[in-house]
């Protein structure tokens, strides 16, 4: 089995400031991590993703995120916030193994963003 | 146009009354699932299927049943809809042969559910 923790439900901060959101996976087999964004009133859509090769990964409109394997930690990060990365933040893990989580994804609870002028 | 789609947008129901929301997709994908989204809970899986002929319940499936009527549609049914399914809804899809070999999963734009 696997799971997902985001270890805070609200993030506030000011414009141009850095922040990052944790996020801590469980899981017995190896697995790809994604982190997914939901703007007000939308669905979700992906903002980067880790499957192999280099533990940094870059993604979409500045953000990035470390892959720790030893921490089991995928934690996304922006050196610097706009009033437009306001949103709800989802981490998910997929393992490559079968059994019962075969083809599915498991999100954890999300984190809301606000930010601030 | 987007490529998941769903409808109805925006339900407000009565308890006891059935319910269908739709999704059809235009990607060409095999899998097809139902979210559900609560405020704190993330968001959970209903039902999923990973061809026509194939469905599986998910973590919630009490309360819920679908029907797979092609490829490209996935319908999610409330048989006797209550106010605990007041929620916001997610269709996705994926394709293990494409791009998407890691599970990676597209989103429809939701269906906000009211259930009075």
């Known amino acids: 089995a696997q799971s997902v923790t985001q270890l805070d439900s609200q993030v506030p901060v000011f414009e141009e400031a850095p922040v990052e959101l944790r996020c801590n996976y469980s899981?017995?087999?190896?697995?790809?991590l994604f982190w997914y964004v939901q703007y007000p009133n939308q669905g979700l859509q992906l903002l980067l993703k880790?499957?192999?090769?280099?533990?940094l990964v870059k993604g979409i409109n500045g953000f990035e995120a470390e892959f720790n394997k030893s921490q089991t930690s995928f934690h996304l990060r922006k050196p610097s916030v706009h009033i437009s990365d306001t949103a709800e933040y989802f981490c998910?893990?997929?393992?490559?193994?079968?059994?019962?989580?075969?083809?599915?994804?498991?999100f954890g609870q999300g984190t809301i963003l606000t930010v601030h002028p | 146009d987007a490529d998941v789609t769903q409808t109805p947008r925006n339900r407000i129901t009565k308890t006891g009354k059935r319910i269908m929301l739709e999704c059809s997709q235009t990607?060409?994908?095999?899998?097809m699932y139902w979210y559900r989204q609560d405020p704190g809970l993330g968001l959970r899986l209903i039902y999923y299927?990973?061809?026509?002929?194939?469905?599986n319940k998910g973590e919630i499936s009490d309360g819920y049943s679908v029907s797979r009527q092609a490829q490209a549609k996935f319908s999610l049914s409330l048989e006797s809809a209550i106010p605990n399914q007041t929620a916001l809804y997610f269709c996705?899809?994926?394709?293990?042969?494409?791009?998407?070999?890691?599970?990676?999963?597209?989103f429809g734009p939701g269906t906000r559910l009211t259930v009075l």
């Open positions: 996705a899809t994926s394709d293990p042969a494409g791009t998407s070999f890691h599970n990676e999963q597209f």
């Open positions: 880790y499957l192999s090769g280099s533990t």
């Open positions: 899981s017995s087999v190896s697995v790809y």
């Open positions: 299927s990973f061809d026509v002929k194939d469905i």
């Open positions: 998910a893990v997929t393992s490559l193994a079968g059994g019962t989580s075969y083809g599915k994804l498991t």
């Open positions: 990607k060409g994908h095999d899998r």
